[in-house]
């Protein structure tokens, strides 16, 4: 595994986590995002990234500074990945946007560069053929608070290389992640798998109105001794992410509750400018939400 210069495609939550993860380890990272102004939040959302990494990990500031010199940001692709031996997109979960995007980097990529998705739910086989390089292509799938949730889930498609899904490996292995190899498509992966049903039932809950988001998340603490309710999760996640899954599904299905549920997150949630952990505002208020009071499950 020779990589050296990585690209993130995607400076959204998990993109910054992702590029700035893969800096501290040592790598040259570049990040790339659609427009200056989206790399100058993401710029924000990275330094932020710096007092996790030294209240966690217990590091110093001469080491998240040097992995933030590490980084360089380009809103141009072809800039962006002029050198980039692997590229990791981390774009919205959106089809039609991740195909228009891997035709692109198939024309500007050297021949050399690797392709990975991040994506959480879509397939690499649905990109593979948009790509132009299907043997140079597979998924590489991160759990959000990278530093602290260390899974790197390495996904092949059919056509994957061999050699390719080793280097992949390699490279987790090299930012500090336990690779986790899937050898067959599997929509989710294993992480999520397990959790997008959860998160799923427990926004039917709320839409059917059911209960509310406290309510749920403390009869999941309460129920499994997990540290974080569905809710919680979902404001980590981000909502814009939790309203493109259920947009996608009611668009793919014509479900009645996936369409109910976009419909809230976006009026609710999103036009409101409550996407979550990131905005300080979702389920919960931040930097003090309900569920981290020492009697929220006893209340």
């Not at 992995?67 to 979960?93: G, H, Q, T, W």
């Not at 994957?160 to 929509?187: N, S, Y």
């Amino acid at each position: 595994m020779n990589y050296k210069n990585i690209t993130i495609a995607g400076s959204g939550v998990l993109g910054s986590q992702i590029a700035y993860q893969t800096a501290f380890h040592g790598f040259n990272v570049t990040v790339y995002d659609i427009t200056d102004e989206a790399l100058e939040t993401a710029k924000g959302r990275i330094t932020k990234l710096k007092d996790s990494y030294k209240n966690d990990l217990h590091v110093t500031d001469e080491a998240v500074d040097q992995a933030f010199n590490r980084m360089s940001f380009y809103s141009d692709l072809s800039k962006a990945v002029a050198d980039a031996d692997l590229v990791i997109e981390a774009i919205p979960e959106v089809v039609k946007i991740k195909t228009d995007f891997y035709n692109e980097l198939g024309n500007v990529a050297p021949e050399k560069t690797i392709f990975a998705t991040n994506s959480s739910t879509l397939l690499p086989s649905q990109f593979a053929d948009a790509t132009g390089r299907p043997a140079q292509f597979l998924a590489l799938h991160f759990a959000n608070e990278i530093w602290k949730n260390n899974t790197a889930e390495v996904m092949k498609h059919p056509g994957t290389d061999m050699m390719v899904f080793d280097e992949v490996v390699a490279f987790a292995r090299a930012i500090g992640m336990v690779p986790l190899q899937l050898h067959k498509e599997q929509p989710g992966y294993i992480l999520n798998s397990l959790l997008v049903p959860l998160l799923e039932a427990a926004q039917n809950l709320l839409v059917k109105e059911v209960s509310d988001p406290e309510t749920i998340d403390k009869t999941w603490m309460i129920g499994t001794g997990a540290p974080l309710g569905p809710f919680a999760i979902l404001d980590v996640v981000g909502i814009r992410t939790a309203y493109n899954i259920s947009a996608a599904k009611a668009e793919a299905t014509g479900n009645e509750d996936s369409k109910n549920l976009s419909e809230l997150l976006k009026t609710e949630y999103i036009d409101k400018g409550k996407l979550g952990r990131e905005t300080g505002e979702g389920f919960y208020k931040y930097p003090n939400p309900t569920f981290a009071e020492p009697d929220f499950l006893k209340k």
